[in-house]
């Protein structure tokens, strides 16, 4: 049995789940979210818990049964409290700002960038040189982040660009200052 796929969804209150045919609808506080479930994983409810159960045991049906368990998991997590990328922007001029449900970008382009938020997606931007992106579904969160990031990934030798809080960016040493010994290597 798989570890993770043998483990229960625990239901919080406040969110309620629902199959229609092959989709399992959930609705909570932050939105809802529904998931098309293929014949290969059944799911049932027992209790304040949603149990993800494989069809057979050969190879495609066990990676369906963690996979499915994950997901489902993930939408009643994202539907009771959400989850939220922030991303922070570092150089001079370097910005962004709301504008409605556009969000503008100055990275040192001649223009700022205006991406328009998709449909359950929130951005907040406390500074100008800070963005967090929530929303319920955490793939859609995810996925526009690293679109938001890919406008000016940061670069190796200033740091410029636009990173996630925390990220680790590996700096490289800029051109060194030669000394006399480069000097008298001579001509020719």
Avoid: C, W
Avoid at 107 to 126: D, W
Avoid at 138 to 154: D, S, T, Y
Avoid at 159 to 180: C, F, L, N, Q, S
């Amino acid at each position: 049995m798989s570890r993770i796929g043998r483990a229960p969804v625990t239901i919080p209150s406040g969110v309620t789940t629902k199959q229609e045919g092959a989709s399992l609808l959930v609705e909570g506080p932050k939105g809802k979210l529904s998931l098309d479930i293929p014949p290969a994983v059944t799911v049932r409810l027992e209790g304040e818990q949603l149990k993800v159960e494989r069809t057979a045991e050969d190879k495609r049906h066990r990676a369906m049964h963690g996979l499915y368990r994950a997901l489902i998991a993930n939408m009643v997590h994202g539907v009771s409290t959400g989850f939220s990328k922030e991303l922070e922007i570092s150089g001079v001029g370097y910005r962004a700002q709301l504008q409605g449900k556009q969000i503008s970008i100055q990275v040192g382009f001649s223009h700022p960038v205006v991406v328009a938020l998709p449909e359950g997606i929130t951005v907040e931007v406390p500074k100008p040189t800070s963005v967090i992106v929530k929303g319920a579904d955490k793939h859609l969160v995810g996925q526009f982040a690293a679109n938001l990031r890919r406008i000016a990934p940061p670069e190796p030798y200033k740091g410029k660009g636009i990173k996630y809080v925390g990220e680790i960016i590996r700096r490289k040493a800029g051109k060194a200052a030669t000394g006399a010994g480069a000097k008298a290597g001579g001509g020719g």
